[in-house]
């Protein structure tokens, strides 16, 4: 098995687990007890929280919230900032948000708010300009991904920062950095980021364990009420293993971002380029230098992405489209359609993302077996003439 679907999730380090193993066995203990056996879980859960300040570069371990997920971290966020800020009813994202920002505008928008939805331009680059002529001084929140899950195109978030507080500095920014933490290095305390997410099952941790991170002027109400867990903002018994998870998968994965940054990109561009010379379909969806090191996205022209996935998936191979089959109908990536992509490309755009654990041997194997595949697909096409065409150009 070739798994190439690590933006949609990774494998748990062993070295993860390992730590993770005694607070699943042994050391059951609540937490918040104030027994002895309590001891080893409350310290575990500290250090998980030192780990994942060192992490993303924040000033304070009391600024980091544990959560189950990279979801919650952004609807704790949206939510929590926007109930504390009734006065306002402007808010402002982009067009590529996860559905786990784009659905929660959308809920606001529904209760009453004014949203703008900033697009993007044909390589994905959010328009920062279009941002700038949306701010106002009763915009209560800007939500925008550090990275996309999709293209891998990162946004200049600190700069975003920089504009929207020199502009208004009561508005909150909340950034979702699912996609950039453990591929591009975070410094949160030198930007000016109010409140930001991560998500542990795409470092190399276990689902179900994220982190909101929130600077601490920056009021919020909790989304989950009840005990004093989390400073009172989370509550619900820790989970301390998950924890212990993140924190650990939080170190591993800042000691391996040189790796990351040249070795990891190494591959990828090894990938694009094989299946760019060797497919004569392919089409590179976003070819900016400006991504994150994992990530590519390829149109196939002409054919059907679920054909190719389930082709690759014949030989072994994980990869992802961006479609969501949604009531019966294969709907195109929110993405991808942000950008403009044609709709030759659209439905057959497939997303390969590796990992530190992906090896030399796997890029060259998929770049070797992608070619037959293909062929086998377009020769299945209603488009013979467009695809002559294209072969024609490409040689
Ligand atoms: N944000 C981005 C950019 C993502 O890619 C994802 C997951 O794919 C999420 C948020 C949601 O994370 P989780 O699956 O932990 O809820």
């Known amino acids: 098995m070739i798994y190439l679907d690590n933006n949609a999730t990774t494998k748990v380090d ?47 371990e009391k600024d980091i919230y544990f959560t189950s997920c990279g979801s919650e971290s952004a609807n704790m966020a949206i939510k929590g900032v926007l109930d504390c800020n009734k006065e306002k009813k402007h808010i402002i994202t982009t067009k590529v948000e996860h559905p786990c920002v784009l659905n929660t505008y959308k809920y606001f928008e529904k209760n009453g708010y004014e949203v703008d939805y900033i ?3 044909s390589q994905g680059e959010l328009d920062f300009e279009e941002l700038k002529s949306k701010l106002r001084k009763d915009t209560a929140l800007v939500s925008v991904m550090w990275a996309n899950n ?25 950034v979702d950095a699912v996609q950039a933490a453990g591929k591009i290095p975070m410094n949160v305390k030198d930007t000016k980021i109010d409140l930001l997410g991560i998500s542990g099952h795409k470092f190399h941790a276990p689902k179900g364990v994220g982190v909101l991170y929130a600077k601490s002027n920056v009021r919020f109400t909790p989304l989950i009420i009840g ?16 924890i212990v998870g993140i924190g650990k998968a ?42 994150v090191p994992n990530t590519v996205n390829i149109g196939f022209e002409y054919v059907e992405g679920e054909l190719i996935l389930l082709h690759l998936s014949d030989i072994g191979v994980c990869a992802s489209s ?25 439905h057959g755009s497939i997303r390969f993302s590796l990992s530190r654990f992906t090896t030399e041997d ?26 002559a065409e294209l072969k024609r150009r490409k040689a």
């Open 322 to 346: 961006g479609s969501a089959c949604t009531s019966g109908s294969l709907e195109p990536s929110h993405v991808l359609r942000a950008m403009g992509i044609p709709f030759t490309a659209l």
């Open 150 to 174: 999709e293209t891998g195109v990162i946004n200049p978030v600190e700069e975003i920062g920089e504009y929207i507080k020199s502009k208004s500095p009561e508005t909150r920014f909340f």
């Open 227 to 242: 005990g004093h867990q989390e400073r009172g903002l989370r509550a619900g018994t820790e989970n301390v293993p998950y």
């Open 362 to 387: 796997e890029v060259d194997f998929v770049v070797d077996k992608l070619p037959a595949i293909m062929d086998k697909l377009t020769s299945l096409s209603p488009f013979q003439d467009e695809l």
């Open 14 to 60: 062993e070295k993860v687990l390992e730590e993770m193993l005694p607070f699943l066995r042994e050391e059951y203990a609540n937490a918040s007890s104030m027994y002895d056996f309590a001891k080893k879980p409350a310290d575990a859960i500290k250090k998980a929280r030192v780990q994942v300040r060192d992490f993303i570069g924040a000033e304070s």
């Open 119 to 121: 697009g993007v331009n």
């Open 250 to 291: 939080a170190e591993l994965a800042q000691s391996a971002l040189d790796y990351e940054l040249k070795e990891v990109k190494r591959l990828r561009d090894k990938l694009e380029q094989g299946i760019l010379k060797n497919v004569f379909n392919a089409r590179l969806n976003t070819s900016i230098s400006n991504r």
